[in-house]
């Protein structure tokens, strides 16, 4: 961002924006960002970019500022680039529930040049600039969670300190890129160099759960995610996170989600 501005959670205290500083916000739940922590709201943004007063009228045109900009001045003291997630995914769950509700990274914290890079291709119109913006944005949340979690008082998840370890990180990129393999605890543990005994008992102590307990959660939290695709059958969702038929995988669901993978799509 350019200037300073405050974000204000209605739950928790304010926070002060300077210059270069990335904020990760948790929703839905609603936050104000203002000049000033008093100053009350004056415009609403709802769901799907909607701007209106907070007493309803609409604002969509009358403050469009040109491609991708929005205000109430082109000269304005403070310049923000926002981007936003609409659907929480259960892959990405698991790491964002170890994230506070809000999470700064401040600009003196760490170097990277995706910040300015953002910001310089949301005003861009190329061939592809979607993707290009989509991209970018993942890139920038996945800096800033590294950054987050690198911090010594971060209380990262269990699985992400342990992707440090010789012997279970490892074992996780195998479970992470191929699912669909059909792994067993001593197949793994011989992957990694390890016996079978020592294996599984790193990976309980590092990980908080046996490897094939884990293994099972990615799988359904990758299936979760595949069955709001369009064209997924339940059948081509088992067969991609390793599952021999459909039957197999809706009986796995059912338990760990409470619900069918056809409920689940339907929701």
Not at 53 to 72: C, F, I, Q, V, Y
Not at 155 to 166: E, G, K, T
Not at 207 to 231: H, S
């Amino acid at each position: 961002m350019r200037g300073h501005a405050w974000v204000v959670p209605d739950d928790r205290p304010a926070v002060r924006l300077t210059a270069g500083d990335v904020i990760v916000i948790r929703g839905p739940e609603p936050y104000r960002v203002a000049d000033d922590p008093a100053t009350p709201a004056q415009i609403v943004i709802h769901p799907g970019q909607v701007c209106t007063t907070p007493s309803g009228e609409s604002l969509d045109l009358s403050m469009k500022l040109g491609l991708r900009a929005w205000g109430n001045s082109r000269d304005g003291a403070a310049e923000l680039v926002a981007g936003v997630y609409q659907l929480r995914t259960e892959v990405s769950r698991r790491l964002l529930t170890a994230l506070p509700a809000l999470a700064v990274v401040r600009a003196g914290d760490w170097d990277s040049p995706l910040v300015d890079l953002l910001a310089r291709e949301v005003g861009r119109d190329d061939p592809g600039q979607e993707i290009v913006l989509d991209r970018l944005l993942d890139l920038l949340v996945v800096a800033v969670v590294r950054t987050w979690f690198a911090r010594a008082e971060a209380a990262a998840p269990a699985w992400w300190r342990a992707n440090d370890d010789p012997v279970v990180g490892p074992a996780l990129r195998l479970v992470h890129h191929t699912p669909q393999h059909p792994w067993t605890v001593a197949e793994l543990a011989a992957a990694c160099g390890a016996s079978r005994a020592a294996f599984a008992r790193r990976f309980t102590d590092l990980v908080g759960e046996p490897p094939i307990a884990y293994l099972t959660g990615w799988r359904l939290a990758l299936a979760a995610d595949l069955l709001r695709e369009p064209d997924a059958s339940v059948g081509s969702v088992a067969r991609r996170v390793g599952y021999g038929s459909p039957f197999a995988l809706s009986t796995a669901f059912r338990r760990h989600y409470g619900v069918s993978p056809r409920e689940h799509r339907a929701r």
